[in-house]
């Protein structure tokens, strides 16, 4: 305890020494940084630490995160909408029906010959009548206004009602793909999630009907209440109130809102520890440790690893 007390201080240290000597702003960009990496590193810990699996995947998660603020928050665009969201939502769904009929197909048909070609032409003419489908409606959103638009827009929600939807994205994609991979372990496990994550980065990247890709996304409105630096800059008592510290009025502002943003993600940050403490504490933690530490013995007990493992994962 007095090692991780000392280590913590000294980073207290640097952080000090960071806005003193260089520039408070920065010091309190990278604390928030480093207080939402937190918040990703408990996630992980519940995978790994509580369960044992080893996944590096978190930043897929992170990215559908973000990808929920933009469809919940941003601004509608009902013109790229119109062009061609409801082909877009036919493809989509046509994509889904073809992945079931597959599924069925497999299941249905005793294995041999027949039932590789049947799979095959189903999935390979689905795929090309898919993009068919999917392909002029994605182009034609995509060609609206590509400068400040070129996607789908968003709800145009309060911000801090996408989170717990970035929340519901991760876990079901969680849901999904330990389904399929956590049969695996170990490196295995590892390199699989890791493999998925790019995945989900790399259509996240080139899909600009989604999210507009890598270009910005301009106008996403602030949690509650995080007000814009220029609002501040405009009251006469946060004017008179920068000036009594001595603060050049640009400074001050986004000095103030950087400390806004840190109250928040501390408070979610406490939540989750407060939390997950408390779950590892409770007779379903001493369960996951159980598991961790002898799977052989957990499910000779009547446990459902697997079942347990997946929770886990969608929890983390």
């Known amino acids: 305890m007095k090692r991780n007390l000392s280590l ?3 980073v207290g240290v640097l952080f000090l020494l960071t806005g003193m000597f260089q520039s408070w702003n920065l010091a309190l960009q990278i604390l928030n940084i480093g207080v939402i990496s937190a918040i990703m590193a408990l996630g992980v810990n519940m995978q790994w630490g509580y369960a044992g699996l080893f996944s590096t995947g978190i930043m897929g998660s992170v990215a559908l995160g973000g990808l929920a603020v933009v469809i919940v928050s941003s601004k509608p665009v009902p013109e790229a909408w119109a062009a061609g969201g409801p082909r877009l939502l036919l493809g989509l769904g046509f994509g889904i029906a073809v992945l079931f009929a597959a599924i069925f197909a497999h299941r249905k048909m005793k294995p041999g010959r027949a039932r ?3 799979l095959a032409a189903i999935l390979i003419g689905g795929f090309f009548a898919y993009r068919a489908i999917f392909d002029p409606a994605a182009d034609a959103i995509e060609a609206f206004n590509p400068a400040t638009a070129g996607n789908i827009g968003g709800l145009g929600l309060p911000s801090l009602l ?3 939807v970035g929340g519901l994205f991760a876990g079901l994609a969680a849901w999904a793909i330990g389904k399929a991979v956590l049969g695996l372990r170990s490196d295995y496990l590892a390199i699989a999630t890791l493999g998925i994550a790019e995945i989900v980065l790399a259509v996240m990247k080139n899909e600009d009907w989604l999210a507009r890709g890598v270009k910005n996304i301009i106008d996403l409105p602030r949690p509650w209440p995080v007000p814009y630096e220029v609002d501040l800059q405009k009251s006469a008592e946060f004017l008179k109130l920068s000036n009594d510290w001595g603060l050049d009025a640009t400074q001050a502002s986004t000095i103030f809102v950087k400390l806004l943003y840190l109250l928040i993600f501390t408070v979610v940050l406490l939540a989750v520890i407060f939390l997950s403490e408390r779950a590892l504490n409770s007779p379903w933690g001493r369960m996951m440790r159980a598991i961790r530490d002898n ?4 499910s000779a ?7 347990r493992h997946l929770q886990i994962f969608v929890i983390g």
């Open 8 to 10: 913590f201080a000294a």
């Open 301 to 307: 007990m009547g446990k459902d690893v697997t079942a």
């Open 162 to 164: 996408a989170w717990p």
């Open 116 to 118: 590789g070609w049947t």
């Open 295 to 298: 799977e052989v013995a957990a």
